[in-house]
C-alpha cells in the first residue's frame, strides 16, 4: 500500500483546485444558495473542460485516485454540486450518479440536478431515485431533497465501497480547508499584543484538529486501496472511514470554531459557510450513530482487517 496518491492524480487534485478558484472559488457556493437554478452550470462545465467526468474509477485505479483528488478538491471549496455521487455513478448505462441512501426517508444533496440518480441502500440494494421537492429553503436545507425510490434488480454491495468512500474524500477537503482557515486566522488575530497562534492552549487545540484531519487522510488511502485490491472487506473498510471521517468532523470544525469565536458563525467568513455545507455528507446517509451500528452489523465481533491480518503473508 502506498501513503501517498499516483503523482498524475495529485496534479490532476491540483488542477482541480485552481480552476475552481478561477471559477469563483468560495463564491460558488454563495451563488448557488442565492440561486439554487445556476449550481450546475456553476461546477460541472470547469470539471467537465478538464475530462473529470471521463474518469474511470471503477477500471483504473489511477483513475479511482484522481476521482478521490477532484473529490478533495470540490470539498476544500464546498463546490456546490455532488461530484462524488457523478464520479461513482455505475457502470450500467442510463445512469448519470450513485447515490447511498436509508430508510425511512432516502434523501440527496441533489436539488436542481436533473440527472439520472441510482440508488443503493447499506444493504446492497438497488434503486432508481426520482428527486423530491425540499419544503425548506436552500439555506436550510443545503440542496438536500427527498427521493422517491424504485428498487431495480441486481445486488448493489460492489457498488457501495465506492459510492461511501468517494464522499468521505469530499468531506476531508472541508477539513483541510478548515484546519487552514482556523491556522490562518490565529496568525493574524493578536489578544493581549500578541498572535493568538503564540498561546499554547490555541497550539493544542489545532494539533488536536490536524491529528484527526490527517487521521482521516490515511484511513481515505487505506479504503482506496482496500477497493483497488478488490477485498472482500472494502465495505467494512468504507464504513470505518466514514465513521473515522465524522468524528474527526466533529472535532475540527469545533476548533475552527471555537478559535474563529462568533465571527465564524456569520456569513462574512469563509468557515460558515464551508461547516454549513458539510452537515450533509456527515449526516446522509445516516450519521455518526447509523454509520456505527452499520459497521458492526456487518464485522460483528470479529474486528477489521487491516495490512497485516493474513499472518502468512507478514
Known amino acids: 500500500m502506498r501513503l501517498e496518491l499516483a503523482d498524475e492524480a495529485r496534479e490532476f487534485g491540483r488542477e482541480v483546485v485552481r480552476a475552481l478558484a478561477a471559477a469563483g472559488g468560495d463564491e460558488l457556493v454563495q451563488r448557488a444558495e442565492r440561486e439554487p437554478g445556476s449550481r450546475g452550470q456553476l461546477v460541472e462545465p470547469v470539471l467537465g473542460d478538464l475530462g473529470a467526468w471521463d474518469l474511470a474509477p471503477r477500471r483504473d485505479p489511477v483513475e479511482l485516485e484522481a476521482a478521490a483528488a477532484v473529490c478533495r478538491a470540490a470539498g476544500y471549496w464546498a463546490a456546490p454540486y455532488p461530484v462524488a455521487e457523478r464520479l461513482a455513478r455505475p457502470d450500467d448505462p442510463g445512469y448519470d450518479g450513485l447515490i447511498v441512501v436509508a430508510a425511512?426517508?432516502?434523501?440527496?444533496?441533489?436539488?436542481?440536478?436533473?440527472?439520472?440518480?441510482?440508488?443503493?441502500?447499506?444493504?446492497?440494494?438497488?434503486?432508481?431515485?426520482?428527486?423530491?421537492?425540499?419544503?425548506?429553503?436552500?439555506?436550510?436545507?443545503?440542496?438536500?431533497?427527498?427521493?422517491?425510490?424504485?428498487?431495480?434488480?441486481?445486488d448493489g454491495r460492489a457498488d457501495?465501497?465506492?459510492?461511501?468512500?468517494?464522499?468521505?474524500?469530499?468531506?476531508?477537503?472541508?477539513?483541510?480547508?478548515?484546519?487552514?482557515?482556523?491556522?490562518?486566522?490565529?496568525?493574524?488575530?493578536?489578544?493581549?499584543?500578541?498572535?493568538?497562534?503564540?498561546?499554547?492552549?490555541?497550539?493544542?487545540?489545532?494539533?488536536?484538529?490536524?491529528?484527526?484531519?490527517?487521521?482521516?487522510?490515511?484511513?481515505?488511502?487505506?479504503?482506496?486501496?482496500?477497493?483497488?485490491?478488490?477485498?472482500?472487506?472494502?465495505?467494512?473498510?468504507?464504513?470505518?472511514?466514514?465513521?473515522?471521517?465524522?468524528?474527526?468532523?466533529?472535532?475540527?470544525?469545533?476548533?475552527?470554531?471555537?478559535?474563529?469565536g462568533a465571527v465564524g458563525f456569520c456569513d462574512e467568513t469563509t468557515l460558515s459557510w464551508l461547516s454549513r455545507y458539510s452537515l450533509p455528507l456527515r449526516r446522509?446517509?445516516?450519521?455518526?450513530?447509523?454509520?456505527?451500528?452499520?459497521?458492526?452489523?456487518?464485522?460483528?465481533?470479529?474486528?477489521?482487517?487491516?495490512?497485516?491480518?493474513?499472518?502468512?503473508?507478514?
Open 104 to 154: 425511512p426517508e432516502p434523501s440527496g444533496q441533489v436539488a436542481g440536478i436533473d440527472l439520472h440518480w441510482a440508488t443503493v441502500s447499506l444493504e446492497g440494494v438497488r434503486g432508481i431515485a426520482t428527486p423530491g421537492q425540499s419544503a425548506t429553503a436552500v439555506r436550510e436545507s443545503a440542496f438536500v431533497v427527498p427521493l422517491d425510490i424504485r428498487p431495480v434488480d441486481g
Open 160 to 260: 457501495l465501497a465506492l459510492a461511501l468512500t468517494l464522499p468521505c474524500w469530499t468531506l476531508l477537503g472541508m477539513l483541510d480547508r478548515a484546519v487552514e482557515l482556523a491556522r490562518t486566522h490565529v496568525r493574524v488575530r493578536e489578544q493581549f499584543g500578541r498572535p493568538l497562534s503564540d498561546f499554547q492552549g490555541v497550539q493544542f487545540q489545532l494539533t488536536d484538529a490536524e491529528v484527526e484531519r490527517r487521521g482521516v487522510d490515511l484511513l481515505a488511502r487505506y479504503a482506496l486501496w482496500s477497493i483497488q485490491s478488490g477485498r472482500a472487506e472494502a465495505v467494512d473498510d468504507a464504513l470505518a472511514l466514514r465513521l473515522a471521517a465524522i468524528e474527526a468532523a466533529d472535532i475540527v470544525f469545533r476548533v475552527a470554531h471555537q478559535l474563529h
Open 284 to 314: 446522509l446517509p445516516v450519521g455518526g450513530v447509523g454509520t456505527e451500528e452499520a459497521l458492526t452489523s456487518r464485522i460483528g465481533r470479529r474486528g477489521l482487517a487491516g495490512l497485516f491480518s493474513d499472518t502468512a503473508g507478514v
